[in-house]
């Protein structure tokens, strides 16, 4: 059997027979009406007792579908009685938000609804599992280990549900969800429900192998992204998104928004510089301690900050209530992701809108997402006015200080042990301070390091060259002479006379020292511009013939011709590195 959905069906909860206690509770979960793969599921399981196969976009309803149809027949019928529940979920997030939904719809049954997962003590989660509880969620890895402990058993189910199924192969879940089929009932003694946003040869094979004659739904996807949700389209350049941003976010006003991006530094740059511009913004990434994640989410749902900043793996599982506002700061680089995003507006039929902002470096993924969808994007054209002054601009927003800041001290956290807050982010780029008796800008570090190395290959300093590459001139060689008139009063005695150089010590040589080039030749102070055959003459000059030049023309050691010319091309590499030049 398959039911493939094309219209919104009139059928109402008061029409599947569902218990007084359940419409009860979907009463004040606001539900009025049965959503598409509500209804589908609903006749599939409450009315043919058959397993079911669905194919839902999330945000369609689906996980009321199983929820709903499960609590109907261990309420209602009598050979479910007793019946205990295993859902199946990829993510965290996923498994804390369909406990909160089940126990909201579940809350007048007498029904205990638990979750189990990775990054927390297993101490909390042991005492849930001690004490039975008749629906558990879990992802693989956590249900696993409590099997290997033996605190689990999964042959205890009689229901299963397996939810964004190709979430769990994508993330390599699959080998540990054969596991645990292999562990359960057979398929013919247990009742087994499989969601999927696609339907792709791994989900088929798993629902054809593990499921007992299955009925199929289909839920169109473009049923998700047309009619419920407005979608705007903006090109724009890589280094105004910050500007546009601002300036969409004070002309839409949204009571909240979900701000996603492609990469969890850039999640955590754009809260921060969101921050600085006045906005009340937390960011979401996955390899936040879970604590920390699980808590973001709380206050963003009870409205304590308005806007959010996540990866993607905020876009599956999470359910914001009225969201108002998702907005793409990057066009996501897989399709499938772009549906999840800005189905978090569009969630029970509601009416949503969502932004995208397309910039050099992710338009190409365009194209794909418009195939998806089955239409072009509408294209805005933000006039001046839209672009925004960033207050951020300048600063710098590195790595580094992200991994601190998202793992700071839990004790700071809660009160204990405070101290005072050193992370660095946001700190404004090297401005060098001018020398204050030349007046002339100092190097930067970077620049500095480069030149003792240029000095180290040259045999000389480096005034008589012009550095290009910091764009700033070079330190002078010696400082300005201090009059007595620049002195402070009372300091003028204890200014020393100045010393006269002694002579170098010449060197003893073997042999005489044959004739060489006067002093006057080379009065002129030797320098980098100086070829390396002048200044060897002018060092034997002074030290006698068998002066030899070494590695760093400092020494008396042996040199061969061959080192000599290495030494040449040494310095001529480095000297073209030093001003952008190619080798």
Same mark, same amino acid.
């Given at each position: 059997? $398959?039911?493939?959905?094309?219209?919104?069906?009139?059928?109402? &909860?008061?029409?599947?027979? &569902?218990?007084?206690?359940?419409?009860?509770?979907?009463?004040?979960?606001?539900?009025? /009406?049965?959503?598409?793969? @509500?209804? @589908?599921?609903?006749?599939?399981?409450?009315?043919?007792?058959? %397993?079911?196969?669905?194919?839902?976009?999330?945000?369609?309803? +689906?996980?009321?579908?199983?929820?709903?149809? =499960?609590?109907?027949?261990?309420?209602?019928?009598?050979?479910?009685?007793?019946?205990?529940?295993?859902?199946?979920?990829?993510?965290?997030?996923?498994a804390?938000?369909?406990? $909160?939904?089940?126990?909201?719809?579940?809350?007048?049954?007498?029904?205990?609804?638990?979750?189990?997962?990775?990054?927390?003590?297993?101490?909390?989660? !042991?005492?849930?599992?001690?004490?039975?509880?008749?629906?558990?969620?879990?992802?693989?890895?956590?249900?696993?280990?409590?099997?290997?402990?033996?605190?689990?058993?999964?042959?205890?189910?009689?229901?299963?549900?397996?939810?964004?199924?190709?979430?769990? &192969?994508?993330?390599?879940?699959?080998?540990?969800?054969?596991?645990?089929?292999? @562990?359960?009932?057979?398929?013919? #003694?247990?009742?087994?429900?499989?969601?999927?946003?696609?339907?792709?040869?791994?989900?088929?094979?798993?629902?054809?192998?593990?499921m007992?004659?299955?009925?199929?739904i289909?839920?169109?996807? #473009?049923?998700?992204? *047309? %009619?419920?949700?407005?979608?705007?389209?903006?090109?724009?350049?890589?280094?105004?998104?910050?500007k546009l941003?601002?300036?969409?976010?004070?002309?839409?006003?949204?009571?909240?928004? *979900?701000?996603?991006?492609n990469?969890?530094?850039?999640?955590?740059? *754009?809260? +921060?510089?969101? !921050?600085?511009?006045?906005?009340?913004v937390?960011?979401?990434?996955g390899?936040?301690?879970?604590?920390?994640?699980?808590?973001?989410?709380?206050?963003? +749902?009870?409205?304590?900050? +308005?806007?959010?900043?996540?990866?993607?793996?905020?876009?599956?599982?999470?359910?914001?209530?009225?969201?108002?506002?998702?907005?793409?700061?990057?066009?996501?680089?897989?399709?499938?992701?772009?549906?999840h995003?800005?189905?978090?507006?569009?969630?029970?039929?509601?009416?949503?809108?969502? =932004? /995208?902002?397309?910039?050099?470096?992710?338009?190409?993924?365009?194209?794909?997402?418009?195939?998806?969808?089955?239409?072009?994007?509408?294209v805005?054209?933000?006039?001046?006015?839209?672009?925004?002054?960033?207050?951020? *601009?300048?600063?710098?927003?590195?790595?580094?200080? $992200?991994?601190?800041?998202?793992?700071?001290?839990? $004790?700071?956290?809660k009160?204990?042990?405070?101290?005072?807050?050193?992370?660095?982010?946001?700190?404004?780029?090297?401005?060098?301070?001018?020398?204050?008796?030349?007046?002339?800008?100092?190097?930067?570090?970077?620049?500095?390091?480069? @030149?003792?190395?240029?000095?180290?290959?040259?045999?000389?300093?480096?005034?008589?060259?012009?550095?290009?590459?910091?764009?700033?001139?070079?330190?002078?060689?010696?400082?300005?002479?201090?009059?007595?008139?620049?002195?402070?009063a009372?300091k003028?005695?204890?200014?020393?006379?100045?010393k006269?150089?002694?002579?170098?010590?010449?060197?003893?040589?073997?042999?005489?020292?044959?004739?060489?080039?006067?002093?006057?030749?080379?009065?002129?102070?030797?320098?980098?511009?100086?070829?390396?055959?002048?200044?060897?003459?002018?060092?034997?000059?002074?030290?006698?013939?068998?002066?030899?030049?070494?590695?760093?023309?400092?020494?008396?050691?042996?040199k061969?011709?061959?080192?000599?010319? /290495?030494?040449?091309?040494?310095?001529?590499?480095?000297?073209?590195?030093?001003f952008g030049?190619?080798?």
């Amino acid at each position: 059997m $398959r039911f493939i959905h094309k219209d919104i069906d009139s059928m109402t &909860f008061d029409d599947f027979g &569902f218990d007084k206690r359940i419409l009860r509770g979907i009463k004040d979960a606001g539900f009025l /009406t049965p959503m598409p793969v @509500q209804s @589908q599921c609903f006749n599939l399981l409450i009315k043919a007792r058959r %397993d079911v196969y669905a194919q839902s976009q999330t945000g369609t309803g +689906k996980t009321a579908a199983f929820l709903l149809g =499960i609590f109907q027949l261990i309420a209602t019928e009598e050979r479910y009685r007793g019946a205990k529940t295993l859902v199946v979920v990829p993510t965290r997030e996923l498994a804390v938000q369909i406990e $909160r939904e089940g126990i909201l719809l579940g809350k007048y049954l007498d029904l205990r609804i638990g979750c189990v997962f990775g990054g927390v003590s297993y101490d909390k989660q !042991e005492r849930l599992l001690q004490h039975g509880p008749d629906v558990l969620i879990g992802t693989p890895g956590r249900l696993l280990d409590f099997s290997k402990r033996n605190v689990l058993d999964f042959k205890d189910f009689q229901f299963l549900v397996i939810d964004e199924a190709d979430r769990l &192969f994508d993330m390599g879940f699959l080998p540990d969800l054969r596991k645990m089929l292999n @562990q359960m009932r057979p398929p013919e #003694e247990r009742t087994t429900l499989l969601f999927s946003a696609t339907m792709n040869n791994r989900v088929g094979n798993l629902a054809w192998e593990y499921m007992n004659d299955p009925g199929e739904i289909i839920i169109e996807p #473009e049923k998700v992204t *047309v %009619d419920t949700v407005s979608q705007e389209l903006y090109h724009v350049g890589k280094d105004e998104k910050m500007k546009l941003l601002l300036g969409l976010l004070k002309r839409d006003n949204p009571e909240n928004a *979900v701000i996603f991006t492609n990469t969890r530094h850039r999640a955590w740059e *754009v809260a +921060k510089r969101l !921050e600085v511009n006045g906005y009340q913004v937390q960011s979401l990434m996955g390899d936040m301690p879970q604590s920390k994640r699980m808590k973001i989410v709380d206050e963003v +749902k009870k409205g304590h900050h +308005k806007f959010l900043v996540a990866t993607d793996v905020a876009a599956r599982g999470l359910h914001f209530d009225d969201l108002a506002l998702v907005i793409n700061y990057d066009v996501p680089q897989e399709a499938e992701s772009y549906v999840h995003r800005i189905g978090r507006t569009a969630r029970a039929g509601r009416h949503g809108k969502t =932004i /995208t902002l397309a910039c050099e470096e992710f338009v190409y993924g365009l194209g794909p997402i418009e195939k998806l969808i089955g239409h072009k994007i509408p294209v805005s054209w933000a006039d001046e006015t839209l672009f925004l002054q960033d207050k951020s *601009v300048g600063m710098n927003f590195s790595p580094r200080d $992200r991994h601190r800041d998202i793992n700071s001290n839990s $004790r700071t956290e809660k009160g204990k042990g405070k101290r005072k807050d050193s992370r660095s982010y946001g700190r404004k780029p090297f401005q060098p301070q001018p020398n204050p008796i030349t007046g002339k800008a100092a190097i930067d570090p970077r620049m500095a390091k480069i @030149q003792s190395a240029v000095t180290l290959v040259s045999g000389g300093k480096l005034d008589d060259i012009s550095i290009k590459a910091s764009k700033r001139p070079s330190p002078p060689r010696y400082e300005q002479k201090r009059t007595q008139k620049d002195l402070p009063a009372g300091k003028e005695k204890r200014e020393k006379p100045e010393k006269t150089a002694k002579p170098k010590k010449i060197a003893k040589t073997t042999k005489p020292a044959k004739p060489a080039k006067t002093e006057k030749s080379f009065s002129k102070r030797i320098s980098a511009n100086t070829s390396i055959d002048d200044r060897l003459a002018y060092y034997r000059s002074k030290y006698g013939d068998d002066f030899q030049a070494d590695n760093t023309n400092r020494g008396k050691s042996e040199k061969s011709k061959t080192d000599r010319k /290495t030494a040449k091309s040494q310095k001529k590499g480095l000297l073209n590195r030093f001003f952008g030049k190619e080798d």
